[in-house]
Nanobody, 116 residues
């Protein structure tokens, strides 16, 4: 079992910045990706960004390219999402996802609200 603990959500004004963190603990896998998804009120959960633990370029949704940056710590236990130039449309619950060959794990979500 992999436990994911998200933090860093809150209220930010449009144009401001916020950084989310997701710490993974428990069972580990040799190959996995980690990513961020979000769900706005009345909408389905959608992809935001992901990063592979084996290396390679991160992936981003078109709506966040150039504004959000996903990264991880050197121990590969925590993934971050730096969100700049926030827009009201970025308001959502942000979820961390751990993806391995046999399935995935999700965090409990953290609320991010962008005021105009």
């Amino acid at each position: 079992q992999v436990q994911l603990e998200e933090s860093g959500g809150g209220l930010v004004q449009a144009g401001g910045s916020l950084r989310l963190s997701c710490a993974a603990s428990g069972r580990t896998f040799s190959t996995y990706d980690m990513g961020w998804y979000r769900q706005a009120p009345g909408k389905e959960r959608g992809f935001v960004a992901s990063i592979a633990w084996t290396g390679g370029s991160p992936n981003y949704a078109d709506s966040v390219k150039g504004r959000f940056t996903i990264s991880r710590n050197s121990a590969k236990t925590t993934v971050y999402l730096q969100m700049n130039s926030r827009k009201p449309d970025d308001t959502a619950i942000y979820y961390c996802r751990y993806i391995y060959c046999g399935g995935d794990y999700w965090g409990q979500g953290t609320q991010v609200t962008v005021s105009s």
